[in-house]
């Protein structure tokens, strides 16, 4: 049974209000910053799981919609950046950058390790390492037929796809408890600027918009969705390989530096940022939301038979080593503060699952403990700019 790209996305919708709804009346899930969308989408996920063996019907759904609306996030972002912060960020952005460079090769080896634990392949090991959890989907795929082809090994992208379903549901589960104890042990708090994603949980429901507002909030993030595509196209006519939000997010920053240097008092009839930056968070609350709920509740868990004992017991390890780096290492390079923790929080998206899963998890921490504008200024950055080529060629060196 396939449901259509229409129904997929209303049921998205329905999925959001349902983990919002729990979220809101279990307050563990807020105290320990469990996203909504998590939530939602793996009820849905069960669900099917549920009916595939139950009643042998196999469910899945047309997620036309969910790759626009990640662009329309990363939009969001890059308007919401403003250029004389990015400064602040460049020495936080190299340590993050080496810190995830020197856990993907950590990865491969723990994954390569446990392989060879299991009989198979030590290469094979890398599939369950920075090529599925670092890469995710794409770079899975990207990667699968020279593993099944030059080196042999026959179960390569089943392997990938199982580890990347375990790591996205990992990520989106450990990074606001880590957050929270950091928090907690260390006795943090926020600042007291405004989120740049959604709003606090306190004030949810009483969020106030700007009609005209709003409006230019959509205009720009089209125009910036527009210059994304056209970044993008120039970006696919070199050597290099970027995923495709890179574009809108650096179009989002190109068009807010132009915007402030004409207006830079931030008002105008076409560019007024104060009125606009409640519709821009809003709707790029809504997008991310939106996405991670449709890439959850589109997981088929049953694919996970195959290859169970070998996957369970790798993922166990990455999950654990992902715990044991944040807190022991990213949580002190990055500065021992709140902004550090915001970072450990989303650094289990860089490392588990994906750039949409990191900022997720950052959102869930900030929405109810307060704002970290350069953890949303660096993790993306890194996601975008670093992740995809250093990976590459670690993954080139790995695997020979």
């Not at 709804?21 to 669900?47: D, K, M, Q, T």
């Not at 929405?367 to 992740?387: K, M, N, S, T």
């Amino acid at each position: 049974m396939t449901i259509d790209a229409f129904h997929g996305f209303t049921l998205a919708i329905v999925l959001l209000f349902v983990g919002k709804g729990l979220v809101a009346r279990w307050g563990i899930l807020r105290r320990y910053s469990i996203p909504e969308s998590l939530v939602g989408g793996l009820a849905c996920a069960l669900v099917v799981f549920a009916l595939y063996y139950g009643a042998g019907i196999v469910v899945s759904f047309d997620l036309e919609a969910r790759d626009a609306l990640l662009l329309y996030f990363f939009a969001a972002i890059g308007l919401g950046t403003d250029a004389r912060t990015l400064r602040h960020g460049g020495r936080p952005l190299l340590i993050l950058s080496g810190l995830a460079i020197g856990f993907m090769v950590l990865q491969n080896l723990a994954g390569m390790e446990m392989a060879r634990a299991f009989g198979l392949d030590p290469r094979a090991g890398l599939m369950v390492g920075s090529i599925s959890l670092t890469g995710g989907v794409g770079t899975t795929l990207a990667w699968s037929d020279h593993f099944v082809q030059n080196l042999g090994i026959a179960q390569a992208q089943e392997l990938g796809l199982a580890a990347n379903m375990i790591g996205l549901i990992a990520a989106c589960t450990i990074g606001g408890p880590i957050a929270s104890l950091l928090m907690h042990r260390h006795r943090l708090q926020a600042g007291d600027s405004a989120l740049e994603i959604g709003t606090l949980h306190s004030n949810e429901q009483h969020a106030r918009l700007d009609y005209y507002g709003v409006l230019l909030a959509l205009l720009w993030l089209n125009l910036a969705l527009m210059l994304g595509y056209g970044i993008n196209a120039l970006v696919a006519r070199t050597p290099v390989t970027l995923p495709a939000f890179v574009g809108c997010l650096l179009a989002g920053i190109l068009l807010r530096m132009v915007a402030d240097w004409m207006r830079p008092s931030g008002g105008g009839r076409l560019w007024n940022w104060p009125s606009m930056q409640p519709g821009i968070a809003l709707v790029s609350d809504i997008s991310l939301g939106l996405f991670l709920t449709m890439a959850l509740m589109g997981l088929r868990l049953w694919e996970l038979q195959p290859v169970l004992a070998f996957i369970t017991a790798a993922m166990l390890v990455q999950i654990a080593l992902v715990i044991a780096f944040v807190l022991l290492i990213v949580f002190r390079a990055m500065g021992k503060d709140y902004q550090a923790a915001v970072v450990c929080a989303g650094f289990g998206g860089i490392a588990l699952g994906s750039t949409a899963t990191a900022i997720a998890n950052m959102t869930a921490v900030t929405r109810e403990h307060g704002a970290a504008r350069e953890a949303f200024i660096v993790v993306p950055l890194v996601c975008g700019f670093v992740i995809d080529i250093a990976n590459a060629l670690v993954i080139s060196l790995m695997a020979g």
